[in-house]
């Protein structure tokens, strides 16, 4: 668990194994109940349709492999289960049975797995940070007992290698609290909020190389390497919540905005045996970034370093007598693809592997020797690896986009680039949980006509036995005949070849005229044309008899770095352009109605939205942007700066494609505009849309909203969410979802 408890948001635990004594009975009352439900023209349009339907696809969730990877954990209700790979016999409960029942949202086993630590509760910081509530370790002798009772605010709790002691992080604070003891002793003390952190990560490293966990103990336990983030400098950021206090209050944190001041970080180590502690030098440069810390299998620590550009990465190997050396090193003229936890995989004491894309345009993965540098390039193509699953026998295993950017499967090579095998065999899109060692791998697979099947196989391929097949769920597909998407290709007026989706009602006519929904993310590297089963908001429309259409244009993933880095320095310019020739070449289409197509999108996606709406001179009939960026001038250092350099050296690429700067361009007359955010997004920040409506407002385009009430022709809307994040959690979500397809119906 490579991030110890760091408070995940529990995800929903469904229970792992397909229940075999469904009967058939069970099932036809089950679809009679649906075709009762239709046939009484229940309104297809309500997105919970639509909740009910993704809620039915099983997965496998909060899966640990045990060390002997034989077994593997899950979270079953009150419990954690324990199964054999190999053989469908009933789970193992490793917690003693109790009358204190308590609700756990992650967990962790000891190295020897005698031991678990167990978080219960969580409250949330960020969208992906939380302070644990109650924590309890279920000791060797069975025994349940409260641990870190006297922490305050206990966070990214994990166990030392040894299983003696844990590291948590309180208040900015690091501690270890030595197990057989019971004390606890603190490792720093200058932990302040706003000012200085220890131990885990400042927001826009917790946002953008997703990680909190910021420390990492040597393989002996001796020692604990920690990064230290000084963020005294960093400009303040005011959330107003309303929380139905009698006086609000303005909650604060640190935000770097693209150009300003970032943390200054800085790499620690303290030997615990004699509590002495020192820094790490990571070089003269201080405004820059390390992304992540850790040890060799040799007991070496390590450290990536990335500039503020982020087109220099390194890899600084820290030996015993203080001398340091870059073991890898890469160069772009735009940007190093953004790193994490698999970047770089160290696979003995001397010998890591490394995925980047600089050598050939493709994303691959390459052998180095710490001792002697680059010994083989592993694997090779006019295709990207997407992720390293594991390291075993000489062999390593991955999922790539070979054969199609739409789809995923598992392969495996030798360290030297040969023997290469496809080990997964259906047409869709893999996940893979590999077991410790990779005898074992449970696969779940999906495409756009199949949910969820997950398997146990071999580490040859073979399947061993089925966990789950969302057998339900297909025959209600099936039954009430749910389409799905279609893919093709267009060629764009420029000339790109362009990926996309089409989802038509079950009753599709090519003789009538559709209204046609554009749903978009459009961001670097990412991906929406996908071939794996889904279902979001969009499809409430496609019941009510609208067209859903998606491609991915210029700047998104997994066809090669030049690619995606077209958009580079001019974000919003090239995207929308594409997304507006899909809108032209489906408006030609007999079958599509081109007085009614709409286009939608969150986050990147509504900043996108919000560009299309103003460069499409009436060309979309509705156009709805929740929680969009407005300027990127607003949004933080990280994510702005390598996709589109410091506004410093770029001020045009920041504002020549700002939505604040061409709000006249609205055609208000042809065009119907919904704005969506949530006061409390600590990501996309409220302001974005306050400042927008702000432009319409001076660019005489009247407003629905408090700010412009009084002004006529209130033909724009605004829905504002109180106290919700970026994600409208935890209260809003199937809410906002369901505004927006009453929206489109009213207005498209």
Same mark, same amino acid.
């Given at each position: 668990?490579?991030? !110890?408890?760091?408070?995940?948001?529990?995800?929903?635990?469904?229970?792992?194994?397909?229940?075999?004594?469904?009967?058939?009975?069970?099932?036809? *009352?089950?679809?009679?109940?649906?075709? *009762?439900?239709?046939?009484?023209?229940?309104?297809?349009?309500?997105?919970?349709?639509?909740?009910?339907?993704?809620?039915?696809?099983?997965?496998?969730?909060?899966?640990? +492999?045990?060390?002997?990877?034989?077994?593997?954990?899950?979270?079953?209700?009150?419990?954690?289960?324990?199964?054999?790979?190999?053989?469908?016999?009933?789970?193992?409960?490793?917690?003693?049975?109790?009358?204190?029942?308590?609700?756990?949202?992650?967990?962790?086993?000891?190295?020897?797995?005698?031991?678990?630590?167990?978080?219960?509760?969580?409250?949330?910081?960020?969208?992906?940070?939380?302070?644990?509530?109650?924590?309890?370790?279920?000791?060797?002798?069975?025994?349940?007992?409260?641990?870190?009772?006297?922490?305050?605010?206990?966070?990214? =709790? +994990?166990?030392?290698?040894?299983?003696?002691?844990?590291?948590?992080?309180?208040?900015?604070? %690091?501690?270890?609290?030595?197990?057989?003891?019971?004390?606890?002793?603190?490792?720093?003390?200058? !932990?302040?909020?706003?000012?200085?952190?220890?131990?885990?990560?400042?927001?826009?490293?917790?946002?953008?190389?997703?990680?909190?966990?910021?420390?990492?103990?040597?393989?002996? /336990?001796?020692?604990?390497?920690?990064?230290?983030?000084?963020?005294?400098?960093?400009?303040?950021?005011?959330?107003?919540?309303?929380?139905?206090?009698?006086?609000?209050?303005?909650?604060?944190?640190?935000?770097?905005?693209?150009?300003?001041?970032?943390?200054?970080?800085?790499?620690?180590?303290?030997?615990?045996?004699?509590?002495?502690?020192?820094?790490?030098?990571?070089?003269?440069?201080?405004?820059?970034?390390?992304?992540?810390?850790?040890?060799?299998?040799?007991?070496?620590?390590?450290?990536?370093?990335?500039?503020?550009?982020?087109?220099?990465?390194?890899?600084?190997?820290?030996?015993?007598?203080?001398?340091?050396?870059?073991?890898?090193?890469?160069?772009?003229?735009?940007?190093?693809?953004?790193?994490?936890?698999?970047?770089?995989?160290?696979?003995?004491?001397?010998?890591?592997?490394?995925?980047?894309?600089?050598?050939?345009?493709?994303?691959?993965? @390459?052998?180095?020797?710490?001792?002697?540098?680059?010994?083989?390039?592993?694997?090779?193509?006019?295709?990207?690896?997407?992720?390293?699953?594991?390291?075993?026998?000489?062999?390593?295993?991955?999922? +790539?986009?070979?054969?199609? #950017?739409?789809?995923?499967?598992?392969?495996?090579?030798?360290?030297?680039?040969?023997?290469?095998?496809?080990?997964?065999?259906?047409?869709?899109?893999?996940?893979?949980?590999?077991?410790?060692?990779?005898?074992?791998?449970?696969?779940?697979?999906?495409?756009?006509?199949?949910?969820?099947?997950?398997?146990?196989?071999?580490?040859?391929?073979?399947?061993?036995?089925?966990? =789950?097949?969302?057998?339900?769920?297909?025959?209600?597909?099936?039954?009430?005949?749910?389409?799905?998407?279609?893919?093709?290709?267009?060629?764009?007026?420029? !000339?790109?070849?362009?990926? =996309? @989706?089409?989802?038509?009602?079950?009753?599709?006519? #090519?003789?009538?005229?559709?209204?046609?929904?554009?749903?978009?993310?459009?961001?670097?590297?990412?991906?929406?044309?996908?071939?794996?089963? /889904?279902?979001?908001?969009?499809?409430?429309?496609?019941?009510?008899?609208?067209?859903?259409?998606?491609?991915?244009?210029?700047?998104?993933?997994?066809?090669?770095?030049?690619?995606?880095?077209?958009?580079?320095?001019?974000?919003?310019?090239?995207?929308?352009?594409?997304? *507006?020739?899909?809108?032209?070449? %489906?408006?030609?289409?007999?079958?599509?109605?081109?007085?009614?197509?709409?286009?939608?999108?969150?986050?990147?996606?509504?900043?996108?939205?919000?560009?299309?709406?103003?460069?499409?001179?009436?060309?979309?009939?509705?156009?709805?942007?929740?929680?969009?960026?407005?300027?990127?001038?607003?949004?933080?250092?990280?994510?702005?700066?390598?996709?589109?350099?410091?506004?410093?050296?770029?001020?045009?690429?920041?504002?020549?494609?700002?939505?604040?700067?061409?709000?006249?361009?609205?055609?208000?007359?042809?065009?119907? *505009? %919904?704005?969506?955010?949530?006061?409390?997004?600590?990501?996309?920040?409220?302001?974005? +849309?306050?400042? @927008?409506?702000?432009?319409?407002?001076?660019?005489?385009? #009247?407003?629905?909203?408090?700010?412009?009430?009084?002004?006529?022709?209130?033909?724009?809307?605004?829905?504002?969410?109180?106290?919700?994040?970026? /994600?409208?959690?935890?209260?809003?979500?199937?809410?906002?979802?369901?505004?927006?397809?009453?929206?489109?119906?009213?207005?498209?």
């Amino acid at each position: 668990m490579a991030e !110890g408890l760091r408070g995940l948001r529990r995800p929903g635990h469904e229970k792992h194994r397909t229940n075999t004594t469904t009967t058939i009975l069970k099932r036809q *009352l089950l679809l009679l109940g649906t075709l *009762l439900l239709l046939a009484a023209g229940a309104r297809a349009q309500d997105y919970e349709a639509i909740a009910r339907l993704k809620a039915m696809n099983e997965r496998v969730n909060g899966l640990r +492999s045990t060390a002997d990877g034989e077994h593997y954990t899950v979270i079953e209700g009150d419990n954690i289960m324990r199964y054999a790979y190999a053989e469908a016999t009933p789970g193992e409960a490793l917690l003693p049975a109790s009358s204190e029942r308590f609700t756990i949202t992650d967990y962790e086993l000891s190295a020897d797995e005698r031991s678990i630590l167990i978080a219960s509760g969580q409250t949330p910081i960020y969208r992906h940070s939380y302070v644990d509530g109650l924590t309890k370790v279920i000791a060797a002798d069975g025994r349940i007992r409260p641990v870190l009772s006297d922490a305050t605010r206990p966070r990214d =709790a +994990s166990f030392s290698p040894d299983g003696q002691s844990i590291v948590y992080s309180s208040e900015n604070d %690091l501690y270890v609290h030595d197990l057989t003891s019971g004390r606890t002793r603190r490792i720093t003390d200058d !932990g302040r909020w706003n000012e200085v952190i220890n131990g885990t990560t400042d927001w826009v490293y917790e946002e953008e190389f997703g990680f909190t966990k910021a420390y990492a103990f040597s393989p002996d /336990s001796r020692r604990i390497a920690y990064l230290r983030f000084d963020e005294s400098r960093v400009p303040l950021m005011e959330m107003m919540r309303y929380d139905g206090r009698l006086y609000n209050e303005a909650y604060t944190f640190k935000y770097p905005k693209a150009g300003e001041r970032n943390s200054e970080v800085e790499l620690w180590l303290c030997d615990l045996t004699t509590g002495a502690k020192r820094r790490i030098d990571t070089g003269a440069e201080r405004d820059q970034y390390i992304p992540r810390i850790g040890w060799t299998p040799g007991g070496k620590l390590w450290f990536m370093r990335l500039n503020r550009q982020q087109n220099t990465f390194e890899v600084i190997l820290c030996e015993e007598n203080g001398a340091q050396r870059t073991i890898y090193e890469e160069r772009s003229e735009q940007y190093v693809e953004r790193v994490d936890d698999r970047t770089v995989t160290f696979i003995d004491k001397d010998r890591f592997l490394v995925r980047q894309e600089s050598h050939t345009g493709y994303m691959h993965l @390459y052998l180095y020797s710490i001792r002697r540098g680059p010994l083989a390039q592993v694997t090779r193509g006019a295709w990207e690896v997407t992720e390293l699953v594991g390291v075993a026998d000489g062999r390593v295993y991955y999922l +790539s986009s070979e054969g199609s #950017p739409l789809r995923r499967n598992l392969y495996r090579v030798a360290l030297d680039g040969s023997r290469k095998e496809r080990l997964t065999h259906g047409e869709g899109y893999y996940t893979i949980d590999p077991s410790a060692g990779m005898k074992y791998y449970i696969a779940t697979f999906s495409n756009a006509t199949t949910p969820n099947r997950v398997e146990v196989c071999t580490s040859d391929g073979t399947t061993v036995r089925t966990l =789950a097949t969302s057998a339900q769920l297909a025959h209600e597909l099936q039954a009430t005949q749910r389409p799905a998407k279609e893919f093709f290709t267009f060629v764009t007026e420029r !000339g790109d070849t362009l990926n =996309a @989706y089409m989802v038509k009602p079950r009753d599709f006519d #090519p003789a009538k005229r559709y209204p046609v929904l554009l749903t978009q993310y459009s961001g670097p590297g990412s991906q929406q044309v996908l071939d794996r089963w /889904s279902l979001d908001w969009e499809d409430a429309l496609v019941d009510a008899g609208y067209i859903v259409a998606c491609t991915d244009g210029r700047g998104t993933g997994c066809r090669g770095e030049a690619f995606r880095k077209r958009t580079y320095g001019r974000l919003g310019a090239l995207e929308v352009e594409d997304q *507006l020739s899909f809108a032209r070449y %489906l408006g030609g289409l007999a079958y599509i109605d081109p007085a009614r197509i709409g286009i939608y999108g969150w986050s990147y996606g509504g900043f996108m939205a919000l560009g299309c709406a103003l460069k499409g001179h009436g060309l979309f009939r509705m156009a709805i942007a929740v929680a969009p960026v407005t300027s990127w001038r607003y949004y933080d250092t990280i994510y702005t700066e390598i996709y589109n350099g410091l506004p410093q050296f770029n001020a045009r690429g920041y504002d020549d494609n700002s939505p604040l700067n061409f709000a006249r361009m609205l055609d208000d007359k042809r065009t119907r *505009l %919904l704005i969506i955010h949530g006061t409390a997004d600590d990501n996309v920040h409220f302001r974005n +849309s306050m400042e @927008y409506v702000e432009a319409l407002v001076q660019a005489g385009k #009247p407003f629905m909203m408090a700010r412009a009430l009084n002004r006529a022709g209130k033909r724009y809307d605004m829905m504002v969410y109180p106290d919700q994040n970026h /994600s409208m959690l935890p209260d809003d979500t199937h809410n906002v979802r369901q505004k927006m397809v009453d929206y489109t119906l009213e207005h498209l």
